[in-house]
């Protein structure tokens, strides 16, 4: 499985941008890039997916290095919400995800 | 996205015994998976239960420790039996659902087992 590589946390200030990063230089072709996060005491939320090109939707950005080898989640405006835990996670077809550590995000007021 | 839920949504359980996790979706799934995340740690996942199917169990993971049942396509349960304190972690179960382009997995709130 492709691996990837996020910061174990990161701060961010409410109404604030965030760019959450995301490494995986061992993506294969076939790999999509998902991002879910998982609030305090509830399960995995899906945030957005891509395979090559910038995604938006009304919760977030994905954007995606040329190369494929990282990514990048953009919150537009941080609300004290968004305080999660942030997953990056490779799949080809979403019926086998392996979720690493992640990014706890912390916002400030 | 689907509706689902988990009950019980936690427990506490004394050792030797065993407890039934039950997950219920609003809509007819095929794909149904159950993930374990340990106190401080990110989920892992457990197995995939098709209905029809026996489940397929991850490593590390097997069928007398983690029976689960798929009977239908809005339901699974998922038992963990002669439990220790090892076993107190949060059992999530997730669905597999069409989506944007892809199918997306949709998780319920999950069920806190703590093991005395």
């Known amino acids: 499985d492709a691996k990837t590589t996020q910061p174990n946390s990161m701060e961010s200030n409410e109404e604030e941008p965030v760019h959450l990063p995301c490494n995986h230089s061992?993506?294969?072709?076939?790999?999509?890039i998902h991002w879910y996060r998982q609030l305090p005491s509830q399960g995995p939320e899906y945030v957005i997916h891509?395979?090559?090109s910038n995604v938006n939707n009304r919760m977030a950005s994905l954007a995606i290095a040329e190369d494929r080898k990282s990514s990048t989640l953009i919150l537009h405006r941080a609300t004290l919400r968004d305080a999660a835990v942030y997953y990056c996670?490779?799949?080809?077809?979403?019926?086998?995800?392996?979720f690493g550590a992640g990014t706890r995000l912390t916002v400030k007021p | 996205s689907a509706v689902i839920s988990q009950k019980p949504s936690r427990d506490i359980c004394q050792r030797g015994t065993s407890l039934t996790i039950q997950c219920q979706v609003d809509?007819?799934?095929?794909?149904m998976f159950w993930y374990r995340q340990q106190p401080g740690q990110s989920l892992t996942l457990i197995a995939t239960?098709?209905?029809?199917?026996?489940?397929?169990?991850e490593s590390g993971f097997v069928i007398d420790k983690f029976p689960i049942s798929r009977p239908n396509l809005t339901f699974s349960t998922l038992t963990v039996s002669n439990m220790s304190p090892e076993d107190s972690s949060i059992y999530l179960c997730?669905?597999?659902?069409?989506?944007?382009?892809?199918?997306?997995?949709?998780f319920g709130p999950g069920t806190r087992l703590t093991v005395l």
């Open positions: 891509g395979l090559t």
């Open positions: 061992t993506i294969s072709g076939t790999d999509y």
């Open positions: 997730s669905v597999l659902l069409p989506g944007q382009g892809l199918d997306t997995q949709y």
């Open positions: 239960a098709n209905q029809g199917s026996e489940a397929t169990y």
């Open positions: 996670i490779l799949t080809y077809n979403n019926n086998d995800m392996r």
């Open positions: 809509s007819q799934v095929t794909m």
